[in-house]
């Protein structure tokens, strides 16, 4: 009866252990459908979060994550060596402190030197490899952008290595690749055709045209800047239930016209998002950085920040938008007496226009 009883046991555990991997796998292999299916629009960090670190920078896939950002955009090239870093030039020498090709230098070479940031200041961070970059990333389950302008992507290995990175980092389902060279994107397409593609579309003169070619894909989505689209064209892509993503979202006002036409993703280099209490996380970020030089301006715009998030909560829009006015005279006297970077300045004041448009 014992023997019986611990058959019946074997069998049962074996039988649910089937199911349950069946069912993980199911769901894994969904999990493309998932976020191409959503209608959430989600905000993402061209370069990763560059408003809080350097961009391209492990750190900056970090910050996307503690920004609140849904997807990251990176820039792949190929060292002397064989190895795959972040960098959005063919050089070094506008982002760290060294110089050269990247083709021309190794890996170790590239990590000899330090990141600077937007400004010309030398910071402690390194260029990161994609495994590095793509590790950060999945931490805070990010999407990914793979920008298909830089790096050999009519290399089989290439692609095959990128490929592998991304799977073995676990953000392969959860991203897509910008191709806008026709051959390229097709060949890409043979090699792994439930990779989500795209390209740069114009979506006011081409917009059937680019729906035609981009619906031959198993997996697509389109893309355009939001210069180039319209309520109409927006419209009509939907229509063909095509997601759209539009990048170049990077003021008010085009942050504006995006939100009328919900885009699934949103890119940008200057907009953070959730509103005002990611503001204050970033402010405390650049004054650890150094990129605030003075410890009262840190202070006051923090305090500013803090009423504005009470006045948020409360309700009282009005008291919000007056203490939001008063936030960006604070800045006009910040950059004019040089205290904030220009970068700064134009990041926290973008933001706050937005909330008063927002609050209005």
Do not use: C
């Amino acid at each position: 009866m014992k023997r019986k009883f611990w058959m019946l046991s074997i069998v049962s555990i074996f039988v649910l252990s089937f199911a349950f991997n069946h069912v993980a796998h199911a769901e894994s292999a969904g999990k493309a459908d998932e976020w191409l299916g959503s209608d959430k629009t989600e905000i993402s960090a061209h370069r990763g979060a560059h408003v809080a670190v350097p961009e391209n920078t492990a750190e900056a896939m970090k910050w996307a994550g503690l920004l609140g950002y849904g997807f990251v955009e990176i820039d792949i090239q190929e060292t002397k060596d064989g190895q795959y870093v972040l960098m959005h030039d063919a050089n070094i020498d506008r982002t760290t402190t060294g110089s050269g090709n990247i083709k021309d230098l190794t890996l170790k070479e590239i990590k000899s030197y330090n990141v600077v940031d937007a400004d010309g200041n030398e910071t402690n961070y390194k260029v990161p490899t994609l495994g590095e970059a793509l590790e950060e990333a999945h931490k805070y389950n990010l999407g990914v952008n793979f920008d298909g302008s830089k790096g050999d992507w009519d290399s089989k290995q290439f692609v095959d290595d990128v490929m592998r990175i991304a799977e073995e980092n676990d953000v392969l389902d959860h991203s897509f690749f910008v191709l806008s060279n026709k051959n390229i994107r097709d060949q890409f397409n043979a090699w792994y055709p439930e990779a989500t593609v795209t390209f740069l579309g114009d979506a006011v003169k081409n917009v059937d045209e680019d729906m035609k070619e981009l619906k031959k894909y198993d997996s697509a989505i389109y893309t355009t800047s939001i210069h180039n689209i319209d309520k109409a064209a927006a419209e009509k892509i939907k229509e063909e239930n095509l997601k759209l993503h539009v990048y170049k979202v990077d003021s008010a006002e085009t942050y504006a016209k995006a939100m009328e036409i919900k885009p699934r993703l949103i890119e940008t280099d200057v907009i953070v998002p959730d509103g005002v209490e990611k503001l204050v996380v970033l402010v405390v970020q650049l004054n650890k950085e150094g990129v605030i030089k003075d410890a009262q301006a840190f202070r006051t715009l923090k305090m500013h920040l803090e009423a504005i998030k009470h006045f948020v909560k409360s309700g009282k829009d009005d008291k919000a938008v007056k203490h939001l006015k008063n936030f960006n005279k604070l800045l006009d006297h910040l950059i004019s007496n040089k205290i904030i970077s220009e970068t700064t300045y134009n990041t926290l004041h973008i933001n706050a226009d937005i909330l008063i448009n927002q609050k209005k």
